[in-house]
């Protein structure tokens, strides 16, 4: 293990709003112009640099992994040192203006390779809730907290979630919607180099992107999906995916003694579930990992039953299952997997 390096693991924020205007509803948050945007990521410590959107929702890669504007949802991903949630009072503050209140709050993580490199308020998941707890407003004051553990030391998933007594009432009518949050460490070494550039390539980040999807066979996990993708210099890759109403998204740190690539993506209870587990497989293949942890978050279908389904059959070990419920966002499922030959 490395003794310092970048930090590859996520951490996720996302942002449920609700307003009475209808036009505004209409477009909402994608009403907000660039530059706020841009304000909000410079506390966050870091930028735009690719974006796409379509009749839904606008989609943007980071220099420190990606945002997604919907016209009431907000979801922000961020890696290495980033302070993710100084985001949270600007953007409730840009949301007023527009006549929208926020509802639901949602944060998720993984383990910290490198913790004590995280600055305030990152320190620690106590000073995360901490900080959280005093930056949302009141409204919000169904809140619960929990660390889900796995068998593997290097492997749990944190979860804060906070919501308005209107989410509470809505759980008599599930989300049809589910996310799978996929983290992967130790990425086999030779799928792991080809997320580095060739020095003095000639390209911009944008053509190597396109170029690393193609190689890679991210290009074949979802087909059908727009594709905006970025590789920066001299390695490491993001892109996110857009398909109607839903996004998927993945981020490589290819580097050796921290490599790390995550997965992301959401469907509906209604898909079939074959979809999903070849999804998950492919997505799991382009790297090989040592490593693979799923958090399956959902409300009235257990489509985790699908994980162990694409991932077993890679010649992965089904290692620790562990579920918590949260009032605002329904069930999470986390689950580890491991090669056999550990």
């Known amino acids: 293990m490395a003794v310092s390096g970048f930090e590859g693991f996520e951490k996720r924020l996302e942002l449920h709003f609700s307003g009475d205007d209808p036009v505004i509803g209409n477009m909402g948050l994608r009403l907000l112009d660039f530059e706020s945007l841009e304000k909000v990521l410079h506390a966050v410590q870091c930028t735009v640099v690719s974006a ?16 997604f504007v919907y016209p009431t949802k907000i979801i922000i991903k961020t890696c290495g040192t980033t302070q993710l949630l100084k985001s949270i009072r600007p953007l409730i503050h840009h949301a007023c203006t527009l006549g929208l209140m926020i509802c639901l709050c949602r944060y998720t993580r993984g383990n910290f390779i490198f913790p004590k490199a995280q600055p305030y308020p990152h320190t620690s998941f106590k000073e995360e809730i901490i900080f959280l707890e005093n930056n949302l407003p009141n409204n919000l004051y169904y809140r619960k907290a ?19 007594e209107s989410h509470i009432l809505m759980q008599n009518m599930p989300d049809e919607q589910y996310t799978i949050e996929v983290c992967m460490t130790e990425l086999d070494k030779v799928l792991a180099g080809k997320f580095f550039r060739r020095p003095n390539d000639g390209k911009n980040g944008d053509s190597a992107g396109m170029e690393m999807t193609e190689m890679t066979g991210i290009g074949d996990i979802n087909p059908d999906a727009l594709i905006c993708d970025f590789a ?11 398909l109607g109403d839903r996004y998927s998204t993945i981020h490589v740190t290819p580097e050796d003694g921290f490599s790390y690539a995550s997965f992301e993506c959401v469907g ?29 978050t959902y409300t009235s279908h257990k489509v985790w039953k699908c994980v162990a389904k694409a991932i077993e059959p890679l010649g992965m070990k089904f290692r620790s ?16 997997f491991t090669t056999r030959r550990k």
Not at 269 to 277: A, C, L, Q
Not at 321 to 336: H, K, L, N, R, Y
Request: glycine share 6%; net charge negative; hydrophobic share 35%.
């Open 321 to 336: 299952c562990t579920m918590d419920e949260f009032p605002a966002i329904g069930s999470v499922m986390f689950q580890t």
């Open 146 to 164: 929990s660390v889900l553990p796995s068998k593997l030391s290097s492997h749990s998933w944190h979860v804060f979630s906070a919501c308005d």
């Open 232 to 242: 920066f210099d001299p390695c490491g890759y993001s892109m996110n995916g857009i």
């Open 52 to 67: 796409v959107g379509n009749h839904y929702f606008d989609s943007y890669v980071l220099s420190e992994s990606s945002l």
């Open 268 to 296: 509906s209870i209604y898909d079939n579930p074959n979809e999903i587990v070849e999804v998950l497989k492919k997505a799991v293949q382009v790297f090989r990992p040592g490593t693979v942890s799923v958090s399956t």
